[in-house]
């Protein structure tokens, strides 16, 4: 069954399971996750309830499931954590082209790998704030920074690396790897400084951005394509549509000269906006009648301009 975009957003784990077996651990990561909340709800109700006067309890209780809330994400991360380690110990992660077949080991591992992200990710997603996400991708071996705005595409948790004030589109997907026929490929993207990275936009594992790019609405990469810095980018496969030059460190004196007299703009933007409010509350008529004395007053004008 398809999910819309909106409800699949930010941090994104593979669905795919190589194994059934690997079930047990996503359902083991919810119980342990689950206890640390377990506990905090029976230190609280031992602290503040009392028969007599229970308004404390209820009082401070939508503030402790937020609190709850948060430890559950964080335990969930820590111990993800700390299974991915003891996987990895026994298969590292690495870059390539592999059969997507059970009997392939980096296709087994990479399927369990996303298995046990999921759960801490779809956690971690769930809040209304995002420096959740921001803490899953570090965790789990994304280079990003907390002036990323990532959340509103689907984004892989591994080899990938985001360089400062990157922005990610609506129902954008930014992979490092993919299911493509047989094969699993599997190639670390990056994408540097200032990129803009439009809505439904598909990266491709491998693909590398250069600083100051933008890729336009519903554009697409090709695995392994590297985009030149300072374009902006256009179809798919992306090519070149035009230098980009919102970046650029244009003195304010240049752009003042190109726009020419900026005052009398200004001034004639506002003379613009009264007559169309006037435009908006004076009738018909009245309105023609103020026209007529325009004109008749700007003709006397011209006159005395040619015997100059």
């Not at 230190?43 to 309830?49: E, N």
């Not at 920074?145 to 990610?168: H, M, P, Q, R």
């Amino acid at each position: 069954m398809s999910v819309p975009n909106s409800m699949r957003v930010g941090p994104f784990c593979a669905t795919v399971l190589a194994k059934k077996k690997y079930l047990l651990l996503y359902i083991f990561l919810i119980w342990i996750s689950l206890l640390p909340a377990i506990l905090e709800i029976w230190w609280y109700w031992q602290i503040l309830w009392y028969d007599l006067r229970p308004l404390h309890f209820y009082v401070f209780l939508p503030l402790y499931f937020i609190v709850m809330y948060i430890t559950t994400v964080f335990a969930a991360i820590f111990f993800a954590k700390i299974l991915l380690i003891i996987v990895n110990v026994f298969h590292k992660p690495r870059e390539g082209v592999f059969l997507r077949d059970s009997a392939d080991k980096d296709y087994r591992y990479w399927s369990l790998r996303n298995t046990i992200k999921k759960w801490p990710t779809w956690l971690a997603h769930k809040f209304p704030f995002p420096f959740l996400d921001n803490i899953c991708f570090k965790v789990f071996g994304v280079k990003t920074k907390f002036s990323n705005s990532l959340f509103e595409g689907w984004v892989d948790t591994e080899y990938i690396e985001f360089g400062k004030n990157v922005v990610v589109g609506q129902g954008a997907i930014i992979q490092s790897s993919a299911i493509i026929g047989n094969f699993l490929i599997i190639k670390k993207t990056i994408i540097e400084e200032n990129v803009r990275i439009g809505a439904h936009v598909i990266i491709m594992p491998g693909t590398h951005i250069g600083k100051n790019c933008i890729l336009n609405t519903w554009s697409s990469t090709m695995v392994g394509q590297e985009l030149e810095e300072g374009w902006v980018y256009n179809g798919g496969p992306a090519k070149k549509f035009k230098k980009n030059r919102f970046f650029e460190d244009i003195p304010i004196e240049k752009l003042t000269k190109t726009v020419g007299d900026l005052d009398g703009l200004l001034k004639k933007y506002d003379e613009q906006y009264v007559k169309r409010q006037v435009k908006k509350k004076v009738p018909l008529k009245e309105r023609r009648i103020h026209i007529r004395k325009e004109k008749s007053e700007e003709k006397p004008e011209e006159k005395t301009k040619k015997k100059d």
